[in-house]
């Protein structure tokens, strides 16, 4: 069992960086793909971001390829997502998903997910 736990999100302004973290709270991250999800306002929950176990890249949607970097410390269980140049789009709750298999954009592919933190750009 992983328990997954945001943070990070907070109210900035367009142009701004921010960093996300997500921390395992309970069991280990470093056998896992981890990926970034967000749900918008009003929007099915979309794929944002994704970081292999070990080796390999990472993949980006594109609405964020250039502006978002995801990182992993498995010494430390955590994931990062440093998003910059946000704009007003990237508005939404960002969730943290581990899966226990390779690259996915699916939701339904990743089996533990944290409750989820909030950011949202102003204009």
């Known amino acids: 069992q992983v328990q997954l736990v945001e943070s990070g999100g907070d109210l900035v302004q367009v142009g701004d960086s921010l960093r996300l973290s997500c921390a395992a709270s309970e069991g280990t991250i470093d056998n896992k793909g981890m990926g970034w999800f967000r749900q918008g306002p009003g929007n099915e929950r979309e794929f944002v971001a994704y970081i292999p176990r070990r080796n390999g890249g990472p993949v980006y949607a594109d609405s964020v390829r250039g502006r978002f970097t995801i990182s992993r410390d498995n010494a430390k269980n955590t994931v990062h997502l440093l998003m910059n140049s946000l704009k007003p789009e990237d508005t939404a709750t960002y969730y943290c998903?581990?899966?226990?298999?390779?690259?996915?954009?699916?939701?339904?592919?990743?089996?533990?997910w944290g409750q989820g933190t909030q950011v949202t750009v102003s204009s």
């Open positions: 998903a581990a899966t226990n298999g390779g690259y996915s954009w699916r939701r339904r592919d990743y089996a533990y």
